[in-house]
């Protein structure tokens, strides 16, 4: 299973061209650099988490939209759950997808997290199914990939997750900061 999971990894990677990736942690590393440098920009450290949401996600557009090849034979599933009953059957794939879905989203909650002073589970899981939501309606337009509700189930939990292993941090780092500068 892990080795078939980390295949579909590999080749998931491969619709992106290297120069687009390139570009984007260019951008990350100088904005990164600028802010650790500036002393003025140093409690700046929610916007380079909103630039780099910002850049997360649209990597995540050039994956399942953008760089994706057009198919009109694949469809869309809008049966909510759908998928549950293959993946408790065994279908691997499935349940790779499903996974890869929630792992592909947890960053995006943990940007999040860290780029909105008053963000809120609820808040971070409408944000993951509204990012969701339009990937798959460009799917479906598009005919870039398979559009199913599935999904957007799945990419607003890995947001919810991100978001909190990002409080979970956030908190862990506060109670660190009290300790020893009290």
């Not at 290297?18 to 500036?38: E, H, N, P, Q, Y």
């Not at 988490?49 to 649209?58: D, E, I, Q, R, T």
């Not at 790779?96 to 780029?115: K, Q, S």
Request: aromatic content about 14%; overall charge positive.
């Amino acid at each position: 299973m892990f080795q078939h999971f980390i295949q579909v990894l590999v080749d998931s990677t491969k619709t992106i061209p290297t120069s687009t990736c390139v570009l984007m942690l260019a951008v990350l590393l100088v904005g990164f650099v600028v802010v650790l440098l500036c002393k003025k920009l140093h409690h700046k450290w929610r916007y380079v988490a909103g630039v780099m949401l910002v850049l997360y996600v649209f990597l995540i557009y050039c994956h399942t939209v953008i760089y994706r090849a057009v198919d009109a034979s694949l469809g869309h599933n809008y049966m909510p759950f759908w998928s549950y009953k293959p993946m408790l059957e065994g279908d691997m794939y499935l349940i790779v997808d499903g996974i890869v879905n929630v792992l592909m989203f947890v960053p995006v909650g943990v940007l999040y997290g860290a780029a909105s002073s008053k963000s809120r589970a609820w808040k971070a899981l409408f944000v993951g199914a509204c990012i969701s939501v339009s990937i798959e309606a460009l799917q479906f337009f598009l005919h870039r990939g398979f559009s199913e509700i599935d999904d957007v189930l799945h990419n607003a939990l890995g947001c919810l997750i991100g978001w909190l292993l990002y409080r979970v941090v956030a908190w862990g780092v506060g109670r660190i900061r009290e300790t020893c500068c009290a």
